[in-house]
């Protein structure tokens, strides 16, 4: 099943954002290889160019490591994929900060609410 992509972020980042997820999450574990741009492309119905420049990114911030012919493998790096988790929370509070500023709830209130929801 192809996956379901916004129009609010460009198609390539929500793929990395999707690979990067896998990593954190242990789907896809320190040294092991992941699929291929064809897999991913024809998993996610895109073209391959478009998981190719999220593949380039991810190796430019040393997510994932080309071994030439023998495919791509996610870094062994723990402070690298430390770096990427604490982005990827960074990004995430922005976006609900922004959120919450906008319904003109407090940084008090919000701190609250995530107390009393994270019970």
């Given at each position: 099943?192809?996956w379901?992509?916004?129009?609010?972020?460009p198609?390539?980042?929500?793929?990395?954002?999707?690979?990067?997820?896998?990593?954190?999450?242990?789907?896809?574990?320190?040294?092991?290889q992941?699929?291929t741009?064809?897999?991913?492309?024809?998993?996610?119905?895109?073209?391959?160019n478009?998981?190719?420049?999220?593949?380039?990114d991810?190796e430019?911030?040393?997510?994932?490591?080309?071994?030439?012919?023998?495919?791509?493998?996610?870094?062994?790096?723990?402070?690298?994929?430390a770096?990427?988790?604490?982005?990827?929370?960074?990004?995430?509070v922005?976006d609900f900060?922004?959120?919450?500023?906008?319904?003109?709830i407090?940084?008090?209130?919000?701190?609250?609410?995530?107390?009393e929801?994270?019970?």
């Amino acid at each position: 099943m192809a996956w379901k992509f916004s129009s609010d972020k460009p198609v390539y980042l929500q793929i990395s954002d999707r690979i990067v997820k896998r990593v954190l999450s242990g789907e896809y574990a320190a040294r092991e290889q992941i699929p291929t741009v064809r897999q991913i492309a024809l998993e996610a119905a895109v073209n391959p160019n478009t998981v190719q420049h999220a593949f380039s990114d991810l190796e430019n911030e040393g997510l994932i490591i080309s071994k030439g012919t023998l495919g791509r493998f996610v870094t062994e790096d723990t402070e690298v994929v430390a770096l990427c988790k604490r982005k990827m929370a960074e990004q995430l509070v922005r976006d609900f900060v922004k959120e919450m500023e906008e319904l003109s709830i407090t940084k008090e209130e919000t701190i609250s609410l995530i107390g009393e929801v994270m019970e």
